[in-house]
């Protein structure tokens, strides 16, 4: 971490950098404190929503050719060792009557959130 100093006109500044990575989407917060010299407690925080980003891709192949009646293979990678993979099968016949509740990442990551409350 690179800290910088200076002064302003409400008073002494200091500044850093924090390293957005994957695992701080879609928000973190940053606490902040110091002790007065008679031990009361001065804090702080500040949010940031970021832009919501994986760190773990994944990637799905099939094979081309597949006639109705047959057995196909689903080819599934993932980055990361461990993760938990979810396969959901659509017939696209029914975003034809309802196209409103269709699935999305936004939509899991919102799920996934919830989950883990």
Known sequence: QSFQHFNSQAGPVTTFQVPVVPQL????????YYVET???VIADVACVETDKACANE???HLDDHVFPGERTAIYIN????????ALLAVDKGLYLLNNE???SR????????????
């Open 25 to 32: 989407a879609n928000r973190f917060c940053v606490l902040v």
């Open 38 to 40: 008679c031990g009361e």
């Open 58 to 60: 994944i990637s799905l």
């Open 78 to 85: 993932v980055d990361c060792p461990n993760s938990d993979v």
């Open 101 to 103: 509740n269709r699935l």
């Open 106 to 117: 936004d939509k899991v990551r919102d799920l996934d959130t919830l989950m883990s409350i």
